[in-house]
């Protein structure tokens, strides 16, 4: 039965009653579950088809065919036992083949509420609504499919207010007095972004996995030899530097345009308690992340995009989870290095600082150089004896040492009494701002060599997502590792305030950008 406030609801907008009793989405949800479980196993789909399709006796068409029948099958199930409905405040969805699951997502609970429409809804007129609320991730409390008047009166019901969504004929409809700034990515940074995307490595590999599956097919048809007659000369040499030259121009194609796909159209718009960010060409895609659940911000500065002087932002959230159940969000794809503090100030002010810091001693280079070299020269050196390799091949090590080198330069740390600033690299230079009010835990480690060097690994830990974000710096001095975690555990008067780096001879200022 609905409450007194939803009987004046009911009376006021001549919602119908189906509201309040169980409902199912729209059939096509069956289609886009079958589609996020082909998503979600495709590791295993694509190792079954690169294994399947070198076996002569294995069935593989058919294994293929019911495979996909078999996901269609499980989407059709899930949408079938998927019911929800609106009784007493509370938005209650039934789900589960097997095990049937009861989710109540409290009208208290509900912090936002999204409403996205993706490609195959886009198809159909329909929207996906995004229930997040303070204790469980959007996904527990995802409604796939169902119309647009359906979405509103859900989000009416549960936020009284009106609903923010993204479709072809409404985009971007925000009370104007609610907006205190937009952002949008302008077309030249976009292909910049989509031309240094760091997403390359992986059209790559999924390039070759699908030459892996053509390759038969193309030598039966002679293809090979067309294109080597072709070639300027004939040699095997050319013809593998060619054939690696294709795959590299494709995977960089392939990684371009996904990048170009995925944040066409971003507009970043800062409301007075929250940020909204929708992004997407087909898939239109809206994420909204109240002020008060940020826990940290880190800026991404990839190997490509560095020295062209351009880095990405990102949030850490608590509570948000996607599908991977990561709370990580792309709070601005590409910016100037030298413009990022002022767009923190302008979006987020309580994560632009600014403060002195402090580099690594000279004594934990060579740990750093260590690791980035022990493995690769271990292998290098008896695959150079054995094939009887060129010396060209010295030149990995050589840059394993570069990479080392470059590690221990970029990482640092600064800190005041109420916030943080952690500077690290593995693929790319990482520089997070975490506010001390944020910090979950801090742990302080010693490995036994670290212990010989007197020197220590700080990891900063916050909340985000499902399991949340770690920031980490290695082989700190082991006092200034001792003293940021004192500071953590103690709280501190105005009167206990020190300058951390009084004394030191290392220090620098951070982030560093000036």
């Known amino acids: ?78 949408w079938w036992r998927f019911q929800f409905r609106l009784e007493n405040g509370e938005l209650h969805i039934r789900s589960g083949i ?9 009208k208290d609970r509900v912090q936002v509420i999204d409403i996205t429409a993706g490609i195959i809804q886009r198809i159909f007129g329909l929207v996906r609504v ?23 009166e859900i989000n009416r019901l549960l936020r009284d207010e009106g609903v923010d969504v993204e479709s072809d004929s409404e985009m971007d409809q925000y009370s104007e007095s609610d ?37 038969p097919l193309i030598s039966e048809s002679e293809l090979y030899e067309f294109l080597f007659d072709r070639l300027p000369s004939q040699t095997d040499a050319v013809f593998f530097i060619t054939v690696i030259v294709i795959f590299v121009v494709f995977a960089w194609l392939l990684s371009f345009f996904s990048t170009l796909f995925s944040y066409g159209n971003f507009t970043l718009t800062v409301k007075k308690s929250e940020l909204v960010i929708t992004r997407g060409v087909f898939e239109k895609k809206r994420v909204t992340v109240p002020y008060n659940r940020i826990q940290a911000i880190h800026v991404s500065e990839g190997m490509i995009r560095q020295p062209l002087g ?84 010295w030149l990995i090590p ?69 399991r949340g974000k770690s920031f980490s710096v290695r082989d700190l001095e082991i006092d200034t590792g001792k003293k940021l975690l004192d500071m953590v555990k103690i709280e501190k008067g105005p009167e206990e305030h020190s300058e951390p780096f009084e004394a030191s001879t290392r220090k620098i200022g951070l982030p560093g950008w000036a």
Request: proline share 3%; aromatic share 14%; charged share 20%.
């Open 1 to 78: 039965m609905p409450t007194e406030s939803e009987t004046r609801y009911l009376n006021t907008h001549g919602w119908q009653k189906k509201m309040f009793e169980f409902q199912r989405q729209h059939p096509v949800a069956a289609i886009s579950r079958a589609f996020s479980l082909i998503k979600d196993n495709l590791v295993t789909i694509i190792v079954f088809l690169f294994v399947g399709a070198r076996s002569e006796s294995f069935p593989f068409l058919w294994w293929i065919g019911g495979g996909f029948a078999f996901l269609l099958v499980m989407g059709v199930a899930n």
């Open 98 to 106: 097997f095990v049937r699951k009861n989710l109540y997502l409290s």
């Open 130 to 152: 995004d229930i997040q609320t303070a204790g469980s991730t959007s996904r527990e409390a995802a409604i796939e499919a169902t119309t647009l008047e359906t979405a509103r």
């Open 179 to 215: 907006i205190v700034r937009k952002f949008n990515l302008p077309p030249k940074e976009l292909l910049i972004a989509a031309s240094t995307s760091g997403s390359f490595g992986i059209a790559f590999s999924i390039l070759a996995t699908v030459f892996s599956q053509i390759e």
């Open 310 to 393: 351009y880095a990405s932002v990102h949030l850490e959230s608590a509570g948000y989870g996607d599908e991977a159940g990561t709370g990580s969000i792309v709070l601005y794809p590409l910016i100037r290095r030298e413009e990022i503090l002022q767009f923190l100030n302008s979006v987020v002010p309580a994560y632009r600082n600014e403060m002195e810091g402090e580099v690594l001693p000279a004594r934990s280079l060579r740990r750093y150089i260590f690791r980035s070299t022990f493995l690769i020269t271990a292998v290098v050196v008896p695959l150079y004896f054995w094939l009887d390799l060129n010396n060209w091949i």
């Open 398 to 466: 050589a840059l394993a040492v570069f990479w080392g080198w470059l590690k221990y330069h970029d990482a640092a740390i600064g800190w005041r009494d109420d916030s943080y600033v952690l500077r690290s690299r593995g693929l790319s230079k990482s520089t997070a701002f975490v506010n001390r009010n944020r910090i979950q835990d801090i742990t302080l480690s010693q490995s036994p060599f670290q212990r010989l060097r007197e020197l220590c690994t700080l990891t900063v830990y916050v909340a985000s997502g499902d």
